[in-house]
């Protein structure tokens, strides 16, 4: 296994949103994702990731800690994460009792990647409020950890106020939690850096935008880096023909809980950015590609968002092609260097 000039081993991993392309039933996507999870473990990745979405198609999975518990269950070796779980609508403590719960019976593989979310319906469906998005978050990470960490908990904060409580079960390791950055001027990266959290960073962010927010954090950490990776000679055809259509649906079921724009992308020209700046393309682009994400990011843990044909057929087999042609010629490369380091451009 290829180490860091840090000795943090390079990772890399899956990231299934669960999405519903156009003409697909929920309950085939969910199914599609375990599959996907099942076919990554067999293919060598390190750890696979889930999404958590409400109310839209862009991803079904409501309650990405809870898929977790299932493919944890159907699975014996690879970490599996949540990215992420959103702290606007969920109660960090009720989070911590799962992760605690889930931790315990599957040896330590459960990760947790959180994240503030956005102002839809969501928070007024589960009654947090407009307050926990806008101003809660900080408050939430904190009272997250503080419940993560074992024993009595309590607040006395603005949007949590309770008496002391024993914390059940009693967690038998340190939890290994990531926070979603959305970039360099986000409050989530200085939120992270000074509770010492490493990032999520996002799928929309090129390169240049990734080394920024390592920049912002200021300090080394074991950061997640997500990208696109469709691997086939005709990849570009099969992410054109089959992204724009799931985009359109789910950026256009985003409601906001008090009327404010929703997101406004362009699906097509959106999809053409993702092919631009993501490795998609026969293998050795794709290894060309991740070498240059990894040197100049620094950044050595990579999550892949694999389901770009939409279908469980298309997915599982660009898992196998990852797993086959592309990790085993990263695993390969010398340490990459930390960004802003001599070689690092």
């Known amino acids: 296994m290829v180490q860091r000039s840090s000795g943090q081993q390079l990772r890399f991993g899956v990231f299934l949103v669960s999405g519903r392309f156009p003409g697909q039933e929920d309950a085939d996507v969910l199914r599609r994702t375990v599959r996907a999870a099942e076919a990554a473990e067999a293919a060598g990745f390190d750890d696979v990731w889930l999404a958590e979405h409400h109310f839209m198609p862009y991803g079904v999975c409501p309650s990405a800690v809870t898929l977790a518990g299932h493919v944890l269950g159907r699975t014996s070796r690879i970490d599996v994460g949540t990215a992420v779980s959103v702290l606007s609508t969920t109660h960090p403590v009720a989070l911590a009792e799962q992760w605690s719960m889930l931790d315990a ?10 994240g503030r979310g956005g102002p839809w319906q969501d928070l007024e469906v589960f009654g947090t409020g ?14 997250l950890l503080s419940a993560m960490a074992g024993g009595d908990v309590r607040a006395d904060g603005e949007h949590f106020a309770f008496r002391e409580v024993p914390f059940v079960p009693r967690p038998e390791r340190r939890p290994r939690l990531v926070v979603a950055c959305g970039g360099p001027g986000s409050d989530a990266v200085r939120l992270a850096a000074e509770r010492g959290l490493p990032m999520l960073l996002g799928l929309h962010a090129d390169d240049a935008e990734k080394v920024a927010t390592v920049e912002a954090y200021g300090a080394p950490a074991e950061h997640v880096s997500t990208v696109l990776c469709q691997v086939g000679e005709d990849a570009a055809d099969v992410v054109r023909r089959t992204l724009p259509g799931w985009l359109e649906d789910g950026l256009g079921a985003h409601v906001t809980v008090d009327g404010r724009p929703g997101p406004s992308r362009d699906p097509g020209a959106y999809t053409e950015r993702l092919c631009a700046i993501h490795p998609v ?17 620094g950044v050595s843990h990579v999550v892949m968002f694999v389901e770009a044909s939409g279908t469980p057929e298309g997915t599982c087999e660009n898992i196998a092609r990852i797993g086959a042609e592309v990790l085993p010629a990263l695993r390969r490369q010398p340490p990459v260097s930390s960004p802003g380091a001599p070689g690092s451009d």
Do not use: I
Not at 130 to 143: I, M, V
Not at 284 to 295: K, M, N, P, W
């Open 281 to 297: 393309g026969d293998p050795g682009h794709c290894v060309e590609t991740l070498e240059t994400s990894l040197r100049r990011t």
């Open 130 to 143: 407009l307050a926990r998005y806008e101003t809660g978050f900080a408050e939430s990470l904190d009272l």
């Open 105 to 114: 019976v599957s040896g330590g593989r459960l990760r947790v990647g959180v």
